[in-house]
């Protein structure tokens, strides 16, 4: 963003604290400013058809840890009936009879496409936001309005090209309205994969046949109660005074009230902020009785945690381990323990994680419990570079940050947990993975071959 525009923003910023939400004399700062979302079209389902043609114009969902929940469907399972969220079991029978394809959650491989997905973004807007895996904001600071559309067009191209994901890019004067924007172009393929809501007569059009509950910012919660005051459309929303809305919705209703009214009060972040707590955690296909099984997770779960933390050169000083019961099984007894542990010095290290994990499970474990979900959560987080440490530490910390360096490189550089400790333990045998592709663009023994 330029120096201007950062003058702009902070003018807004000045108006929204201190005058009400009285943007009369700031309007014309706003329609300098245009915002871009590019969003990846059944992300999940995209990353399996890259590598497995063959499901192109099939219908195919992808399921959730342990097989559980339908998390992403293609066009075609959507034209089904098949919802986001169904359970499997209540599905399998006509997923059977309609032959769609099922694929087990492959994270590291959405993960991977995701990274370049963003890549290519970053090619054509410096000044992107990540939202989520599969969503980023874009800037779109001194391009041309009249140019806009045909921007889109061409970056949705671009990244089709580049990384074999269909994406839709929506414009427009705010970050939800660009949300909206984004929406549209998976409504209406005439639009070309971008869609520019630019007038203030297209972007009235477009208000009044959008269900409020689809707006970004609007929960469940809030829709019912909207439902229940007869507000159907965001265009109805939009025509609520701003007093009505500040008392039913508090500040977050005002902001996203604001924004279909074309003023952007949502703030852009260049950075990607770094996690404040950091939480890995299963449900398993089965119950497990025994500690030896308990630690085999736990372990994984903390070397998998501590990892997380060195990637966003951070430290933990608190961590929480908690093992879970099957709440589902009322003919079995019920459990649920989350023990702390608190780190004089703060750490990113992988031995001294997975260590505090192991004992404080070996207290909060109980025998003759079938758990069924496990997990380490890490908080207290701060950056790594400014570290107080204890007075009587008796750990080498330069020998245990020599050592994770090496570990992480070698296992970017050959695959994920090629060096990982011995009392690390692995979670496959305890979860359903039935239909699970190869890691195809992260692990050597998975690359594509190609037969000529």
């Known amino acids: 963003m330029t120096k201007r525009n950062n003058l702009y923003l902070s003018h807004f910023t000045f108006h929204f604290h201190l005058s009400s939400f009285n943007f009369h004399l700031s309007t014309f700062i706003f329609q300098l400013l245009m915002f871009g979302l590019c969003d990846c079209n059944n992300f999940f389902v995209s990353c399996e058809r ?134 549209l172009c998976k409504r209406y393929p005439k639009l070309n994969n971008a869609c520019l809501m630019q007038r203030d007569e297209d972007i009235a059009k477009v208000l009044g046949n959008f269900a409020i509950g689809d707006v970004w910012g609007i929960g469940r919660k809030h829709n019912r109660m909207l439902g229940e005051c007869r507000i159907a459309t965001a265009a109805d929303f939009a025509a609520l005074s701003e007093k009505w809305v500040q008392n039913r919705m508090g500040i977050t209703g005002v902001r996203t009230w604001l924004e279909l009214h074309g003023k952007p ?35 994984t779960f903390a070397g998998i945690a501590a990892e997380k933390l060195r990637k966003q050169n951070s430290v933990a000083q608190e961590m929480q381990v908690f093992i879970i019961t099957n709440r589902h099984r009322d003919d079995q007894p019920q459990h649920y323990e989350c023990g702390q542990v608190h780190f004089e010095t703060p750490t990113d290290s992988t031995l001294e994680i997975v260590k505090a994990a192991t004992e404080e499970l070996k207290r909060i474990y109980r025998r003759g419990y079938g758990y069924k979900k496990s997990g380490v959560r890490l908080s207290h987080i701060t950056p790594s570079n400014a570290v107080q440490g204890a007075l009587f530490d008796t750990i080498d910390r330069p020998k245990h940050k020599k050592l994770m360096e090496a570990i992480d490189r070698i296992n970017s550089g050959i695959g994920h947990d090629s060096v990982k400790l011995v009392s690390q333990g692995s979670i496959t045998g305890h979860t359903n993975r039935e239909h699970l592709s190869p890691q195809y663009t992260t692990d050597w023994d998975d690359i594509i071959v190609v037969k000529v």
């Open 50 to 183: 890259v590598f497995n043609p063959t499901l192109d114009g099939m219908p195919v969902v992808v399921l959730s840890n342990n097989d559980g929940c339908v998390v992403s469907r293609s066009n075609e399972a959507k034209a089904l009936g098949i919802k986001m969220g169904q359970p499997l079991y209540q599905v399998r029978d006509f997923i059977k009879k309609h032959n769609v394809k099922v694929c087990s959650s492959n994270y590291r491989l959405y993960g991977d496409m995701s990274q370049r997905v963003m890549a290519t973004l970053r090619q054509f807007s410096p000044a992107i936001e990540i939202y989520s895996i599969d969503e980023a904001f874009l800037l779109l600071d001194g391009y041309p309005t009249e140019k806009l559309k045909y921007f889109g067009e061409e970056l949705a191209r671009t990244v089709k090209r580049n990384t074999g994901i269909p994406v839709s890019i929506g414009i427009s004067h705010t970050k939800t309205l660009a949300k909206i924007a984004s929406k």
């Open 265 to 299: 009060c949502i703030e852009f972040s260049h950075e990607e902020a770094d996690r404040q707590s950091i939480m890995v955690s299963r449900s398993f296909s089965k119950e497990l009785y025994s500690i030896q099984e308990l630690h085999e997770t736990i372990t």
